[in-house]
């Protein structure tokens, strides 16, 4: 007989943990107090969105799921352009070069179809996004439902009948405020009590989408948060007016934090006037290719030593660049000295770039009050804000769970992360781990823990060279990672 247990997993896309509070968002802030908080949680690096969501489905990170940003160059998926995670025609087009393995980790979404349970996805985030929650959804005949694209959502049936109900979808504002309401609609009034999944995920697109815009801590980010609340209190109504409270259990999360775009930097015109060639691609002549933007992930043409050389040392000498990962190191130094190796943030997979950066971040306070701010690329207004790099508040994530398998009103202080939760909830189904997943069951949070979670620890690494140096802070459970922060001096 199937274990009667049953998980809503709610997500905030790009909330700060400091920002929940009583007068911002009274019912989140009400939940934290009830609930086990871990006020150490940490998402993967790099912290965008659907790196993060993918940590999420697989319990492991880029280095085992194979996301490695949210957009890169991938040859094997397009060969003269850069592939976007967000685009679902794109995730169709990597799920065909893959032959269905773009991500290559299995996600509880399968672990949970071999047992014969059931998985359910209402987003608001990009098509992209919302099947690297559920990578084989459509595969596995689980419901995934994406208001951004709607034509990419699975069993086409079930939405469209779906739709003709709570349907036309309004049109994308910021803050996302109908749209946000028809999902928690639609999850309410429909998708659970037809389907009754034994796994669920709300997908929150706000506050990101706002504070991309507006920036963190603006009115319009307030007020974002403010309609996300206001959405998670008739969630939380529903669920005690029910009688699901010793069966359903809520995890809520968000996938990484913010901090303020605060300079522009044309970072692919500074590259062609240092006469480095690059491109989005390899199709021409360019020696470098892939994504430079507020966290560029570079290829080098041919993996070439010289030329890779040559670009890490001009981005060593730029005033905005922060920390540098690299191929070919000794798991810790990278392969060109003064970088650090991309593996020891666990973003060593075959698709990686040869190259990353962050762009240089700092403590100083926005004009809302707000910690945090960095150069960035310009995609988004100064004044708005950026995420994808390494400074703690872009890694701080919530995690906050309740439920009758959990402790109530705990504040944890060991460390966290979004790749626990995969590994906790099966334990709770008792689903055996699938190989890949890295992440740890969260013993500390169960009534009943399952074993003695490990003393955390801290450890430090620093490399260098005569320009600068880099510093990455981790937190380690047992076997088990989390980054905490990166910064250059």
């Known amino acids: 007989m199937p274990n009667s247990l049953k998980f809503l997993i709610v997500t905030f896309d790009g909330l ?106 209402v987003s608001t985030g990009s098509g992209g996004s919302t099947r690297m929650i559920n990578p084989q959804a459509k595969k596995l005949g689980h419901v995934s439902l994406c208001l951004k694209a709607w034509e990419s959502s699975t069993p086409a049936d079930f939405a469209n009948e779906l739709l003709k109900s709570f349907g036309p979808i309004p049109p994308a504002t910021r803050p996302n405020s109908a749209r946000t309401e028809m999902q928690t609609d639609m999850f309410l009034d429909h998708v659970f009590p037809v389907i009754e999944p034994d796994i669920s995920v709300l997908w929150y697109t706000d506050p990101d989408s706002t504070f991309h815009y507006y920036g963190v801590g603006s009115p319009q980010s307030l007020q974002a948060i403010s309609t996300v609340d206001i959405q998670f209190g008739r969630i939380l109504e529903w669920w005690r007016r029910s009688d699901l409270q010793e069966q359903l259990h809520l995890i809520v999360i968000s996938d990484h934090g913010h901090i303020s775009a605060r300079q522009t930097v044309a970072v692919k015109e500074a590259l062609a006037g240092a006469d480095l060639r690059f491109d989005t691609h390899f199709g021409g002549d360019a020696d470098f ?14 993996d070439d030593q010289r030329r890779k050389a040559a670009l890490v040392e001009w981005l060593l000498e730029q005033s905005w660049c922060g920390v540098i990962l690299t191929n070919g190191g000794n798991g810790i130094e990278g392969g060109i000295p003064g970088t650090f190796d991309r ?84 334990q709770l189904l008792d689903i055996p781990q699938p190989p890949g997943m890295q992440g740890r069951v969260l013993s500390e949070a169960l009534i009943k823990p399952v074993c003695e979670s490990p003393q955390p620890e801290r450890h430090k690494y620093s490399v260098g060279s005569s320009l600068r140096r880099q510093h990455l802070q981790f937190s380690r459970v047992g076997s088990c990672f989390y980054l905490d922060a990166g910064k250059v001096k």
């Open 289 to 302: 290719g892939g994504h430079a933007g507020y966290t560029g992930a570079l290829w080098v043409r041919d």
């Open 16 to 121: 700060r943990p400091d920002m929940v509070t009583p007068e911002l968002m009274p019912n989140l802030s009400g939940f934290k107090t009830e609930g086990c908080e871990f006020s150490a949680a940490k998402a993967v690096y790099p912290t965008q969105t659907r790196v993060n969501a993918a940590a999420l489905a697989t319990g492991a990170a880029p280095a085992t799921h194979g996301i490695v940003a949210n957009r890169y160059y991938d040859p094997l998926v397009f060969h003269n352009q850069l592939f976007d995670t967000g685009n679902f025609s794109h995730i169709d087009a990597g799920q065909i070069a893959y032959q269905g393995q773009l991500v290559t980790a299995q996600s509880f979404g399968e672990a949970a179809a071999g047992k014969g349970l059931k998985v359910a996805v």
């Open 343 to 426: 593996s020891l943030l666990m973003a060593d997979h075959a698709r990686a770039p040869q190259i990353y950066y962050t762009m240089r971040s700092d403590d100083r306070k926005n004009a809302y009050g707000m910690t945090g701010g960095s150069y960035h690329d310009g995609k988004n207004p100064d004044g708005g804000s950026v995420h994808g790099g390494l400074h703690p508040k872009e890694l701080a994530s919530l995690l906050v769970v309740q439920g009758a398998c959990f402790r109530p009103s705990l504040l944890c202080d060991h460390p966290a992360g979004i790749t626990d939760i995969a590994p906790t909830m099966l």
